[in-house]
Protein backbone atom coordinates (compact mmCIF):
# COMPACT_ATOMS: atom_id res chain seq x y z
CA UNK A 1 0.00 0.00 0.00
CA UNK A 2 2.36 2.28 1.04
CA UNK A 3 4.66 1.47 -2.21
CA UNK A 4 1.69 2.13 -4.08
CA UNK A 5 1.56 5.37 -2.75
CA UNK A 6 5.07 6.35 -3.53
CA UNK A 7 4.71 5.25 -6.77
CA UNK A 8 1.86 7.56 -7.54
CA UNK A 9 2.81 10.69 -5.96
CA UNK A 10 6.25 9.97 -8.16
CA UNK A 11 4.09 9.68 -11.44
CA UNK A 12 2.13 12.76 -10.34
CA UNK A 13 5.57 14.88 -10.33
CA UNK A 14 6.43 13.76 -13.47
CA UNK A 15 2.95 14.31 -15.14
CA UNK A 16 4.01 17.68 -13.82
CA UNK A 17 6.85 18.40 -15.41
CA UNK A 18 5.22 17.53 -18.68
CA UNK A 19 2.09 19.91 -17.71
CA UNK A 20 4.56 22.87 -17.24
CA UNK A 21 6.92 21.84 -20.18
CA UNK A 22 4.03 22.60 -22.32
CA UNK A 23 3.34 26.33 -20.95
CA UNK A 24 7.10 26.43 -21.35
CA UNK A 25 7.06 25.65 -24.72
CA UNK A 26 4.43 27.36 -26.21
CA UNK A 27 6.08 30.52 -24.28
CA UNK A 28 9.56 30.13 -25.57
CA UNK A 29 7.68 29.06 -29.08
CA UNK A 30 6.20 32.78 -29.23
CA UNK A 31 9.15 34.33 -28.97
CA UNK A 32 10.69 32.95 -32.51
CA UNK A 33 7.45 31.56 -34.04
CA UNK A 34 6.60 35.09 -35.81
CA UNK A 35 9.95 35.43 -37.74
CA UNK A 36 8.88 32.92 -40.21
CA UNK A 37 5.64 34.11 -40.52
CA UNK A 38 6.05 37.75 -40.67
CA UNK A 39 5.74 38.10 -44.72
CA UNK A 40 2.81 36.85 -44.92
CA UNK A 41 1.16 38.73 -42.04
CA UNK A 42 2.59 42.29 -42.67
CA UNK A 43 0.93 42.30 -46.23
CA UNK A 44 -2.30 41.15 -45.34
CA UNK A 45 -2.58 43.72 -42.44
CA UNK A 46 -1.02 46.53 -44.24
CA UNK A 47 1.63 46.93 -41.56
CA UNK A 48 4.81 49.25 -42.27
CA UNK A 49 7.71 48.39 -41.28
CA UNK A 50 7.82 50.18 -37.92
CA UNK A 51 4.70 48.95 -37.29
CA UNK A 52 5.61 44.97 -37.97
CA UNK A 53 9.03 45.85 -35.57
CA UNK A 54 6.23 46.46 -32.39
CA UNK A 55 4.36 43.38 -33.59
CA UNK A 56 7.47 41.29 -32.73
CA UNK A 57 8.84 43.26 -29.78
CA UNK A 58 5.34 43.91 -27.85
CA UNK A 59 6.04 40.58 -26.32
CA UNK A 60 9.53 40.32 -25.34
CA UNK A 61 9.51 43.96 -23.88
CA UNK A 62 6.23 43.63 -22.05
CA UNK A 63 7.41 40.03 -21.12
CA UNK A 64 11.14 41.39 -19.70
CA UNK A 65 9.02 43.93 -17.74
CA UNK A 66 7.17 42.14 -15.69
CA UNK A 67 8.64 39.19 -15.42
CA UNK A 68 10.35 40.02 -11.86
CA UNK A 69 7.51 41.45 -9.88
CA UNK A 70 5.16 38.19 -11.29
CA UNK A 71 7.37 35.11 -9.96
CA UNK A 72 7.26 37.19 -6.05
CA UNK A 73 3.67 37.77 -7.13
CA UNK A 74 3.64 33.97 -6.91
CA UNK A 75 4.89 33.30 -3.81
CA UNK A 76 1.94 35.42 -1.95
CA UNK A 77 -0.93 33.94 -4.09
CA UNK A 78 0.06 30.66 -4.73
CA UNK A 79 2.70 29.34 -7.75
CA UNK A 80 -0.42 26.95 -9.10
CA UNK A 81 -3.08 29.70 -9.24
CA UNK A 82 -0.31 32.19 -11.34
CA UNK A 83 0.32 28.92 -13.57
CA UNK A 84 -3.59 28.60 -14.50
CA UNK A 85 -4.22 32.11 -14.59
CA UNK A 86 -1.64 32.98 -17.05
CA UNK A 87 -2.33 30.22 -19.22
CA UNK A 88 -5.77 31.03 -19.21
CA UNK A 89 -4.58 34.81 -20.34
CA UNK A 90 -2.30 33.28 -22.62
CA UNK A 91 -5.17 31.05 -24.29
CA UNK A 92 -7.57 34.16 -24.92
CA UNK A 93 -4.85 36.13 -26.74
CA UNK A 94 -3.84 33.56 -28.38
CA UNK A 95 -7.40 33.43 -30.47
CA UNK A 96 -7.44 37.09 -30.32
CA UNK A 97 -3.97 37.57 -32.15
CA UNK A 98 -5.45 34.59 -34.77
CA UNK A 99 -8.16 36.71 -35.98
CA UNK A 100 -7.09 40.25 -35.70
CA UNK A 101 -8.32 42.51 -38.64
CA UNK A 102 -5.48 45.14 -38.16
CA UNK A 103 -1.68 45.81 -36.64
CA UNK A 104 -2.94 47.61 -33.90
CA UNK A 105 -5.39 44.87 -32.33
CA UNK A 106 -2.00 42.18 -32.91
CA UNK A 107 0.10 44.38 -31.16
CA UNK A 108 -2.40 44.70 -28.13
CA UNK A 109 -2.87 40.69 -28.32
CA UNK A 110 0.92 40.22 -28.62
CA UNK A 111 1.17 42.58 -25.38
CA UNK A 112 -1.51 40.49 -23.52
CA UNK A 113 -0.08 36.88 -24.56
CA UNK A 114 3.35 38.68 -22.97
CA UNK A 115 0.98 38.94 -19.84
CA UNK A 116 0.13 35.71 -19.72
CA UNK A 117 3.32 34.52 -20.59
CA UNK A 118 4.95 36.81 -17.57
CA UNK A 119 2.77 35.02 -15.22
CA UNK A 120 2.61 31.25 -16.46
CA UNK A 121 7.10 31.35 -16.93
CA UNK A 122 8.31 31.98 -13.14
CA UNK A 123 5.33 29.51 -12.36
CA UNK A 124 6.78 26.75 -14.12
CA UNK A 125 10.13 26.57 -12.24
CA UNK A 126 8.44 27.42 -9.18
CA UNK A 127 6.49 24.25 -9.35
CA UNK A 128 9.08 21.94 -10.47
CA UNK A 129 11.24 23.59 -7.30
CA UNK A 130 8.36 22.51 -4.48
CA UNK A 131 6.89 18.90 -6.15
CA UNK A 132 10.71 17.37 -6.81
CA UNK A 133 11.87 16.97 -2.81
CA UNK A 134 14.91 15.02 -3.72
CA UNK A 135 17.39 17.33 -5.22
CA UNK A 136 19.07 14.58 -7.74
CA UNK A 137 15.24 14.24 -9.21
CA UNK A 138 15.09 18.29 -9.18
CA UNK A 139 18.35 18.19 -11.02
CA UNK A 140 16.77 15.78 -13.52
CA UNK A 141 13.01 17.64 -13.95
CA UNK A 142 15.23 21.07 -14.27
CA UNK A 143 17.67 19.97 -16.88
CA UNK A 144 14.54 18.54 -19.06
CA UNK A 145 12.99 22.06 -18.27
CA UNK A 146 16.10 23.62 -19.66
CA UNK A 147 16.34 21.29 -22.86
CA UNK A 148 12.36 22.25 -23.53
CA UNK A 149 14.11 26.03 -23.55
CA UNK A 150 16.53 25.27 -26.22
CA UNK A 151 14.36 22.97 -28.28
CA UNK A 152 11.39 25.94 -27.92
CA UNK A 153 13.37 28.25 -29.47
CA UNK A 154 14.56 26.71 -32.65
CA UNK A 155 11.67 25.03 -33.00
CA UNK A 156 9.42 28.15 -33.75
CA UNK A 157 10.53 28.87 -36.90
CA UNK A 158 9.76 25.31 -38.43
CA UNK A 159 6.47 25.47 -36.91
CA UNK A 160 5.28 28.58 -38.52
CA UNK A 161 7.06 27.19 -41.39
CA UNK A 162 4.93 24.10 -41.30
CA UNK A 163 1.98 25.51 -40.44
CA UNK A 164 2.24 28.62 -43.19
CA UNK A 165 2.66 25.88 -45.93
CA UNK A 166 -1.04 24.41 -45.16
CA UNK A 167 -3.24 27.98 -43.35
CA UNK A 168 -2.99 31.67 -43.27
CA UNK A 169 -0.81 33.38 -40.56
CA UNK A 170 -3.25 33.30 -38.01
CA UNK A 171 -2.55 29.57 -37.04
CA UNK A 172 0.92 30.24 -35.47
CA UNK A 173 -1.51 31.55 -32.67
CA UNK A 174 -4.16 29.58 -32.69
CA UNK A 175 -2.08 26.29 -32.71
CA UNK A 176 -1.63 27.28 -28.87
CA UNK A 177 -5.30 26.90 -27.75
CA UNK A 178 -5.53 23.04 -27.90
CA UNK A 179 -2.27 23.04 -25.62
CA UNK A 180 -3.25 25.45 -23.11
CA UNK A 181 -6.50 22.79 -22.98
CA UNK A 182 -4.83 20.28 -22.36
CA UNK A 183 -2.32 21.97 -19.64
CA UNK A 184 -5.32 23.11 -18.19
CA UNK A 185 -7.40 19.99 -17.60
CA UNK A 186 -3.64 18.43 -16.41
CA UNK A 187 -3.08 21.28 -13.65
CA UNK A 188 -6.27 20.64 -12.48
CA UNK A 189 -5.82 17.26 -12.05
CA UNK A 190 -2.09 16.83 -10.80
CA UNK A 191 -0.45 20.19 -9.82
CA UNK A 192 0.11 20.41 -5.98
CA UNK A 193 -2.67 21.91 -4.01
CA UNK A 194 -2.06 26.24 -4.31
CA UNK A 195 0.57 27.04 -1.42
CA UNK A 196 -0.17 30.75 -0.75
CA UNK A 197 2.01 32.50 1.55
CA UNK A 198 -0.32 35.62 2.54
CA UNK A 199 2.62 36.76 4.87
CA UNK A 200 4.62 37.13 1.85
CA UNK A 201 4.52 40.96 0.92
CA UNK A 202 4.39 41.97 -3.20
CA UNK A 203 4.72 45.85 -3.73
CA UNK A 204 3.11 46.96 -6.56
CA UNK A 205 5.37 50.04 -6.67
CA UNK A 206 8.21 48.04 -6.52
CA UNK A 207 7.15 46.17 -9.14
CA UNK A 208 6.25 49.07 -11.05
CA UNK A 209 9.54 50.37 -10.67
CA UNK A 210 11.23 47.21 -12.02
CA UNK A 211 9.23 47.08 -14.80
CA UNK A 212 9.94 50.43 -16.06
CA UNK A 213 14.01 49.80 -15.45
CA UNK A 214 13.72 46.48 -17.21
CA UNK A 215 11.24 48.14 -20.24
CA UNK A 216 13.77 51.27 -20.73
CA UNK A 217 16.94 48.92 -21.25
CA UNK A 218 14.91 46.64 -23.70
CA UNK A 219 13.90 49.90 -25.70
CA UNK A 220 16.80 51.77 -25.55
CA UNK A 221 18.43 48.15 -26.91
CA UNK A 222 16.53 47.97 -29.64
CA UNK A 223 16.00 51.67 -30.65
CA UNK A 224 19.90 52.26 -30.87
CA UNK A 225 20.21 49.25 -32.79
CA UNK A 226 17.66 50.60 -35.67
CA UNK A 227 18.52 52.54 -37.95
CA UNK A 228 17.85 55.26 -37.93
CA UNK A 229 17.72 55.62 -34.34
CA UNK A 230 15.19 58.05 -33.13
CA UNK A 231 16.99 59.42 -30.13
CA UNK A 232 14.28 61.14 -28.49
CA UNK A 233 13.30 57.49 -27.81
CA UNK A 234 16.49 56.41 -26.86
CA UNK A 235 17.17 59.19 -24.15
CA UNK A 236 13.78 58.93 -22.83
CA UNK A 237 13.85 55.45 -22.90
CA UNK A 238 18.00 55.54 -20.87
CA UNK A 239 16.09 58.16 -18.19
CA UNK A 240 13.60 55.75 -17.39
CA UNK A 241 15.89 52.73 -17.34
CA UNK A 242 18.05 54.63 -15.27
CA UNK A 243 15.65 56.40 -12.70
CA UNK A 244 13.71 52.95 -12.79
CA UNK A 245 16.46 50.95 -11.39
CA UNK A 246 17.79 52.93 -8.91
CA UNK A 247 14.13 53.49 -7.68
CA UNK A 248 13.92 50.42 -7.54
CA UNK A 249 17.47 49.34 -5.36
CA UNK A 250 16.89 52.12 -3.27
CA UNK A 251 13.39 50.77 -2.61
CA UNK A 252 14.46 47.35 -2.17
CA UNK A 253 17.12 48.33 0.53
CA UNK A 254 14.52 50.17 2.77
CA UNK A 255 11.67 46.65 2.44
CA UNK A 256 11.86 44.39 5.17
CA UNK A 257 10.70 41.62 2.63
CA UNK A 258 11.81 43.29 -0.88
CA UNK A 259 10.73 42.28 -4.42
CA UNK A 260 14.13 41.14 -5.27
CA UNK A 261 16.92 40.18 -2.53
CA UNK A 262 20.41 41.50 -4.00
CA UNK A 263 22.27 39.21 -1.19
CA UNK A 264 21.82 36.56 -3.20
CA UNK A 265 23.83 37.12 -5.77
CA UNK A 266 27.06 36.70 -3.36
CA UNK A 267 26.17 32.90 -3.63
CA UNK A 268 28.66 32.07 -6.49
CA UNK A 269 26.26 29.10 -7.98
CA UNK A 270 23.69 31.52 -8.04
CA UNK A 271 25.15 34.40 -10.32
CA UNK A 272 27.18 31.77 -12.06
CA UNK A 273 23.88 29.94 -13.40
CA UNK A 274 22.71 33.61 -13.68
CA UNK A 275 25.36 34.53 -16.14
CA UNK A 276 25.50 30.70 -18.16
CA UNK A 277 21.52 31.41 -18.71
CA UNK A 278 22.14 34.76 -20.19
CA UNK A 279 25.07 33.60 -22.22
CA UNK A 280 23.35 30.34 -23.21
CA UNK A 281 20.47 32.30 -25.01
CA UNK A 282 22.83 35.17 -26.41
CA UNK A 283 24.32 32.68 -28.39
CA UNK A 284 21.03 30.67 -29.17
CA UNK A 285 19.05 33.78 -30.34
CA UNK A 286 22.38 35.31 -32.25
CA UNK A 287 23.14 32.15 -34.31
CA UNK A 288 19.67 32.10 -35.00
CA UNK A 289 19.03 35.72 -36.18
CA UNK A 290 22.16 35.53 -38.51
CA UNK A 291 22.13 32.07 -39.81
CA UNK A 292 18.58 32.36 -41.20
CA UNK A 293 19.19 35.57 -42.73
CA UNK A 294 22.27 34.04 -44.24
CA UNK A 295 20.63 31.22 -45.32
CA UNK A 296 17.68 32.28 -46.59
CA UNK A 297 18.97 35.79 -48.69
CA UNK A 298 22.41 34.37 -49.53
CA UNK A 299 21.63 30.54 -50.25
CA UNK A 300 18.03 30.65 -51.06
CA UNK A 301 16.39 28.43 -48.66
CA UNK A 302 12.97 28.69 -47.50
CA UNK A 303 11.63 29.73 -44.14
CA UNK A 304 11.77 25.58 -43.23
CA UNK A 305 14.72 24.43 -44.63
CA UNK A 306 16.45 27.83 -42.52
CA UNK A 307 14.42 26.54 -39.67
CA UNK A 308 15.42 23.08 -39.71
CA UNK A 309 18.99 23.93 -40.18
CA UNK A 310 18.95 25.99 -36.98
CA UNK A 311 17.27 23.38 -34.83
CA UNK A 312 20.25 21.26 -35.09
CA UNK A 313 21.50 23.24 -32.41
CA UNK A 314 18.65 21.83 -30.39
CA UNK A 315 19.51 18.28 -31.41
CA UNK A 316 22.83 18.92 -29.70
CA UNK A 317 21.63 20.31 -26.80
CA UNK A 318 19.26 17.27 -25.81
CA UNK A 319 21.96 14.67 -24.91
CA UNK A 320 24.35 16.88 -22.95
CA UNK A 321 20.99 18.37 -21.00
CA UNK A 322 19.87 14.93 -20.16
CA UNK A 323 23.40 13.67 -19.11
CA UNK A 324 24.02 17.35 -17.19
CA UNK A 325 20.93 16.79 -14.85
CA UNK A 326 21.55 13.10 -14.31
CA UNK A 327 25.38 13.35 -13.13
CA UNK A 328 25.44 16.82 -11.55
CA UNK A 329 26.21 15.53 -8.30
CA UNK A 330 29.11 13.72 -10.14
CA UNK A 331 30.47 15.85 -12.32
CA UNK A 332 29.82 19.11 -10.84
CA UNK A 333 28.58 22.46 -12.06
CA UNK A 334 31.76 24.46 -13.38
CA UNK A 335 32.85 21.38 -15.38
CA UNK A 336 29.00 21.34 -17.15
CA UNK A 337 28.60 25.06 -17.28
CA UNK A 338 32.27 26.48 -18.11
CA UNK A 339 33.19 23.48 -19.81
CA UNK A 340 29.93 23.66 -22.05
CA UNK A 341 30.65 27.03 -22.50
CA UNK A 342 33.89 26.35 -23.28
CA UNK A 343 32.68 23.53 -26.29
CA UNK A 344 30.27 26.14 -27.70
CA UNK A 345 32.76 28.31 -28.46
CA UNK A 346 34.76 25.50 -30.12
CA UNK A 347 31.46 25.02 -32.11
CA UNK A 348 31.05 28.11 -33.02
CA UNK A 349 34.51 28.23 -34.08
CA UNK A 350 34.24 25.28 -36.77
CA UNK A 351 31.28 26.41 -37.41
CA UNK A 352 32.76 29.62 -39.28
CA UNK A 353 35.23 27.60 -40.72
CA UNK A 354 32.49 25.86 -42.36
CA UNK A 355 31.11 28.77 -44.08
CA UNK A 356 34.78 30.63 -44.83
CA UNK A 357 35.25 27.31 -46.39
CA UNK A 358 31.89 26.79 -48.29
CA UNK A 359 31.53 23.58 -46.41
CA UNK A 360 28.19 22.87 -45.49
CA UNK A 361 28.97 19.78 -43.47
CA UNK A 362 31.37 21.52 -41.79
CA UNK A 363 28.58 24.15 -40.16
CA UNK A 364 26.14 21.41 -39.23
CA UNK A 365 29.07 19.64 -37.27
CA UNK A 366 29.55 23.08 -35.63
CA UNK A 367 26.02 23.66 -34.85
CA UNK A 368 25.67 20.30 -33.03
CA UNK A 369 28.73 20.86 -30.97
CA UNK A 370 27.86 23.97 -30.18
CA UNK A 371 24.58 22.46 -28.99
CA UNK A 372 26.18 19.83 -27.03
CA UNK A 373 27.80 22.46 -24.94
CA UNK A 374 25.21 25.02 -24.71
CA UNK A 375 22.40 21.98 -23.32
CA UNK A 376 25.07 20.97 -20.21
CA UNK A 377 25.30 24.77 -19.59
CA UNK A 378 21.44 25.13 -19.97
CA UNK A 379 20.12 22.58 -18.12
CA UNK A 380 22.60 22.89 -14.72
CA UNK A 381 22.52 26.97 -14.82
CA UNK A 382 19.14 26.12 -13.75
CA UNK A 383 19.68 24.11 -11.35
CA UNK A 384 22.58 26.30 -9.62
CA UNK A 385 19.92 29.32 -9.42
CA UNK A 386 16.85 27.47 -8.51
CA UNK A 387 18.57 24.98 -5.60
CA UNK A 388 19.96 28.04 -4.20
CA UNK A 389 16.92 30.10 -3.07
CA UNK A 390 14.27 28.19 -0.69
CA UNK A 391 11.04 27.51 -1.40
CA UNK A 392 8.84 30.00 -0.47
CA UNK A 393 11.30 32.55 -2.50
CA UNK A 394 11.26 30.13 -5.55
CA UNK A 395 9.16 32.72 -7.81
CA UNK A 396 11.64 35.02 -7.16
CA UNK A 397 14.88 33.24 -8.26
CA UNK A 398 12.65 31.53 -11.50
CA UNK A 399 12.12 35.55 -12.46
CA UNK A 400 15.61 36.17 -11.95
CA UNK A 401 16.25 33.27 -14.63
CA UNK A 402 13.75 34.52 -16.83
CA UNK A 403 14.71 38.03 -16.61
CA UNK A 404 18.06 36.86 -17.44
CA UNK A 405 16.67 34.58 -20.75
CA UNK A 406 15.16 37.31 -22.29
CA UNK A 407 17.88 39.85 -21.82
CA UNK A 408 20.32 37.43 -23.29
CA UNK A 409 17.80 37.47 -26.15
CA UNK A 410 17.17 40.41 -26.60
CA UNK A 411 20.55 41.66 -26.43
CA UNK A 412 22.07 38.86 -28.93
CA UNK A 413 18.79 40.36 -31.63
CA UNK A 414 19.80 44.22 -30.77
CA UNK A 415 23.31 43.98 -31.24
CA UNK A 416 24.27 41.02 -33.22
CA UNK A 417 21.64 42.47 -35.48
CA UNK A 418 23.17 46.05 -35.77
CA UNK A 419 26.49 44.56 -36.42
CA UNK A 420 25.92 42.01 -38.91
CA UNK A 421 24.24 45.19 -40.96
CA UNK A 422 27.04 47.51 -40.01
CA UNK A 423 29.59 45.35 -41.46
CA UNK A 424 27.65 44.74 -44.44
CA UNK A 425 27.44 47.82 -45.22
CA UNK A 426 31.09 48.85 -44.18
CA UNK A 427 32.14 45.64 -46.62
CA UNK A 428 30.08 45.84 -49.60
CA UNK A 429 32.25 46.66 -52.88
CA UNK A 430 28.85 47.81 -55.16
CA UNK A 431 29.56 48.05 -59.04
CA UNK A 432 28.33 51.74 -59.88
CA UNK A 433 25.04 51.11 -61.24
CA UNK A 434 23.81 49.74 -58.49
CA UNK A 435 21.06 51.04 -56.43
CA UNK A 436 21.87 53.17 -53.31
CA UNK A 437 19.90 51.38 -50.96
CA UNK A 438 21.44 47.69 -52.32
CA UNK A 439 24.46 49.21 -49.97
CA UNK A 440 22.66 48.94 -46.97
CA UNK A 441 21.29 45.79 -46.34
CA UNK A 442 21.84 42.37 -47.84
CA UNK A 443 17.78 42.19 -48.02
CA UNK A 444 17.67 45.65 -49.28
CA UNK A 445 20.63 44.62 -51.97
CA UNK A 446 18.08 41.35 -53.04
CA UNK A 447 15.20 43.40 -53.42
CA UNK A 448 16.82 45.67 -55.79
CA UNK A 449 18.73 43.78 -57.59
CA UNK A 450 16.15 42.55 -60.14
CA UNK A 451 18.56 39.76 -61.57
CA UNK A 452 21.40 41.91 -62.27
CA UNK A 453 24.33 38.86 -60.80
CA UNK A 454 27.05 41.33 -60.15
CA UNK A 455 25.09 43.77 -57.50
CA UNK A 456 24.25 39.64 -56.27
CA UNK A 457 27.92 38.69 -55.43
CA UNK A 458 29.39 42.24 -54.01
CA UNK A 459 26.30 41.60 -51.01
CA UNK A 460 26.79 37.72 -50.81
CA UNK A 461 30.17 38.21 -50.63
CA UNK A 462 29.60 41.04 -48.05
CA UNK A 463 27.65 39.41 -45.95
CA UNK A 464 29.55 36.47 -45.68
CA UNK A 465 31.79 38.84 -44.47
CA UNK A 466 29.48 40.28 -41.58
CA UNK A 467 28.47 36.64 -41.19
CA UNK A 468 31.68 35.64 -40.11
CA UNK A 469 32.60 38.73 -38.29
CA UNK A 470 29.22 38.60 -36.31
CA UNK A 471 30.16 34.87 -35.31
CA UNK A 472 33.79 35.65 -34.08
CA UNK A 473 32.03 38.46 -31.84
CA UNK A 474 30.09 35.57 -30.86
CA UNK A 475 33.30 33.40 -29.99
CA UNK A 476 34.75 35.89 -28.17
CA UNK A 477 31.32 36.28 -25.58
CA UNK A 478 31.09 32.72 -24.91
CA UNK A 479 35.14 32.73 -23.91
CA UNK A 480 34.40 35.69 -21.65
CA UNK A 481 31.21 33.75 -20.40
CA UNK A 482 33.79 30.14 -19.86
CA UNK A 483 36.45 32.14 -18.02
CA UNK A 484 33.96 34.51 -15.71
CA UNK A 485 31.54 31.53 -14.66
CA UNK A 486 34.83 29.38 -14.18
CA UNK A 487 36.24 32.03 -11.49
CA UNK A 488 32.56 32.24 -10.14
CA UNK A 489 32.21 28.10 -9.81
CA UNK A 490 36.02 27.34 -9.11
CA UNK A 491 34.63 25.35 -5.85
CA UNK A 492 31.55 23.48 -7.47
CA UNK A 493 33.80 21.14 -9.21
CA UNK A 494 33.28 17.01 -9.36
CA UNK A 495 30.85 15.72 -6.90
CA UNK A 496 30.03 19.36 -5.46
CA UNK A 497 26.27 19.60 -4.62
CA UNK A 498 24.88 22.60 -6.43
CA UNK A 499 21.99 22.93 -3.84
CA UNK A 500 23.42 23.93 -0.96
CA UNK A 501 21.30 26.23 0.24
CA UNK A 502 19.83 26.72 3.87
CA UNK A 503 17.66 28.86 5.75
CA UNK A 504 20.16 30.52 7.56
CA UNK A 505 22.32 31.38 3.78
Not at 160 to 173: I, T
Not at 191 to 198: E, M, V
Not at 213 to 219: E, Q, S, T
Request: a neutral charge; proline letters at 4%.
Amino acid sequence: MQRDHTNKLTSRRWWLLATVGAGLLLIVLDNSILYTAMPALTADLGASGSTALWIINAYPVVMAGLLLGSGTLGDRIGHRRMFVTGLSIFGLASVLAAFSPNAELLIASRALLAVGAAAMMPATLALIRIAFDDPRERNIAIAVWGSLSVVGAAMGPIVAGLLLERFWWGSVFLVNVPVVLAALAATVLIAPRNDPNPEKSWDLTSSLQAMMALVGIVVFIKEVAHTPQNWTVVVLAAVAAVAGAVMFVRRQRRLAEPLLEFAIFRNRAFSGGVLAAAFAMFTIAGLQLITTQRFQLVEDFSPLQAGLLVAVIAFGALPSGMIGGAFLHVIGLRILISGGLAVATVGVAISALGVSLDQFWLLVCGFVVTGFGLGGAFSVASSAIMGNAAPKKAGMAASVEEVSYEMGSLTAVAVLGTLVTAVYAAAVQLPSNAPATAGESISDAVATADGNTAILSAAYSAFDSAYLVTMAVLGVALLIGTLTTARLLRSYGPRTEAMEFSENH
